[in-house]
């Protein structure tokens, strides 16, 4: 996207247990493949993952839509924007286009 973010899309149609370890673990590869041996670090571009996922993954909450950082717990301080996970849950969103 505009040169400066690389997105990686997933539909998962399955539950599957390991599915933030996916998520996490392809993310981390889209990072670490953008720099090469003797490069400076300031090449890193955003990545960003997308979930569709046809399952609860959060079944603790009603929210069908997720977005994640990494951040310092207490002081809510994102440590750097270069990386997030947005995560679509359909079932939830279609209860709650079945309500309106």
């Known amino acids: 996207m505009n040169n400066d973010t690389e ?3 997933k ?7 390991v599915c933030t370890d996916r998520s996490l ?6 990072y670490t493949e953008q720099i090469h ?6 090449v890193f571009k955003k990545c960003v993952s997308i979930s569709i996922l046809d399952f609860k993954l959060f ?5 069908y839509y997720s977005c994640f950082h990494i951040r310092k717990n207490k002081r809510n301080t994102i440590l750097m924007d270069k990386m997030k996970f947005h ?14």
């Not at 539909?11 to 247990?17: A, P, R």
């Not at 079944?59 to 929210?63: A, D, V």
């Open 7 to 9: 997105i990686n899309t």
């Open 25 to 30: 673990f392809y993310l981390f590869k889209m």
């Open 37 to 42: 041996e003797e490069q400076k670090y300031d």
């Open 59 to 63: 079944k603790h909450t009603g929210e």
């Open 11 to 17: 539909i998962q149609l399955s539950e599957l247990k």
């Open 87 to 100: 995560i679509l849950e359909l079932s939830k969103l279609l209860k709650r286009l079945e309500k309106k």
